[in-house]
């Protein structure tokens, strides 16, 4: 059964293998999780929950995870970076068209009309 502080094991995907704790349910397919992976949104069936529960309260802070894996579990937490969006991203530049390249261009299209001439 998966409960707010149920302990479970990541079965899918990068973090597999690592062990994580329900933070919070938000359907009744996926949860949010929290622990040595970042916090993030996770369908119940990537996840194994184990006999373990931690007493956390719902949309526990990431601090009150850590505490509760360190005094509960024996197990230190990193601190994980979160996900940046919205970092600024190098602007495309428009290539010029150099002389090779045009004059390339300007056979290919003479050949692709000389070929639509003769059907």
């Known amino acids: 059964m998966i ?3 149920r302990v479970c094991v990541k ?9 994580a704790v329900v933070v919070s349910i938000l359907d009744k397919n996926n949860v949010l999780i929290d622990g040595e992976v970042r916090r993030k ?3 119940i069936a990537h996840l ?3 006999s373990k529960t931690l007493n956390i309260k719902e949309n526990a802070s990431r601090e009150e995870v850590k505490e509760a894996f360190k005094s509960e579990l024996g ?7 979160s ?14 068209t150099t002389a090779k390249s045009a004059s390339a261009k300007s056979v290919l299209a003479k050949s692709v009309g000389k070929t639509k001439a003769k059907s």
Do not use: F, V, W, Y
């Open 3 to 5: 409960t707010t502080g």
């Open 11 to 19: 079965t899918r995907g990068r973090d597999s293998g690592k062990k």
């Open 41 to 43: 949104k996770c369908s």
């Open 48 to 50: 194994e929950p184990i």
């Open 75 to 81: 197990m230190e937490l990193e601190d994980k970076k």
């Open 83 to 96: 996900k940046q969006t919205g970092a600024a991203r190098p602007a495309h530049t428009l290539h010029k």
